[in-house]
């Protein structure tokens, strides 16, 4: 897959749906994504260099393409994003925060990490871009971070779809025995209520049966 304007292209294999392995343009080789006990067809020279025949077909045609329909605007979508942790939060243990941008066309995009305004350069991790299945592409970055109550971390976003930075916030929230006592008082009242339809139907059931 490949797109004007832009130097950066995808070419990958896929079965069922399930990504197998992709060419890896900027270090010239086959990368394969399923497990090593699975039988690595695709590994083969040969298919390194037919996404490198793909790869050029695909600018050849995209020129051919534009030159046809006399330039018209190029298609954009604009990215959705998403922050989370990856791992359940506990306050001073160390995680990792992701953040996964997903739905936008074209490539390529920017992402850039702060903390408390102040910008992370360290320890950010990028993942390539992942196609999905309407053309639009995905891709996620990660940070490892110690979660402490007060601090504010974003991820900016900036893309060809839209004029400003998307920004989105995440904060570590820590659960007060407030919440906890709610969560409770929620489950007793709903195992309460359950208890009490049953025991209604049990009774309308034996009146019924005795009239």
């Known amino acids: 897959m490949c797109t004007s304007g832009s130097t950066e292209t995808e070419d990958e294999l896929q079965l069922d749906g399930d990504e197998e392995l992709y060419a890896d343009f900027i270090n010239n080789k086959v990368v394969m994504t399923i497990p090593n006990f699975v039988d690595q067809f695709g590994a083969d020279p040969g298919w390194m260099q037919a996404a490198q025949a793909s790869k050029q077909v695909c600018f050849n045609d995209i020129g051919n393409c534009i030159k046809a329909e006399k330039n018209p605007p190029e298609s954009k979508a604009i990215p959705r994003v998403v922050m989370y942790p990856a791992y359940d939060l ?14 936008f066309y074209p490539i390529p995009i920017k992402l850039s990490w702060y903390k408390n305004s102040q910008p992370i350069s360290d320890g950010v991790e990028v993942s390539r871009y992942y196609p999905n299945d309407d053309f639009t592409f995905q891709i996620f970055s990660e940070i490892s971070f110690m979660p402490k109550v007060g601090d ?24 007060t025995q407030s919440d906890a006592g ?4 929620c489950a007793i009242g709903l195992t309460l209520g ?18």
Not at 182 to 185: L, N, S
Not at 194 to 211: D, E, P, Q, S, Y
């Open 182 to 185: 709610k969560t409770a008082f």
């Open 194 to 211: 359950l208890l009490g339809v049953a025991i209604g139907t049990f009774f309308l059931i034996k009146g019924n049966n005795c009239n």
């Open 90 to 103: 506990e306050m001073g243990i160390s995680n990792t925060l992701v953040c996964f941008v997903t739905g």
């Open 152 to 175: 504010i971390y974003s991820c900016m976003v900036e893309h060809s779809s839209v004029t400003d930075l998307i920004t989105t916030i995440w904060e570590p929230e820590m659960k």
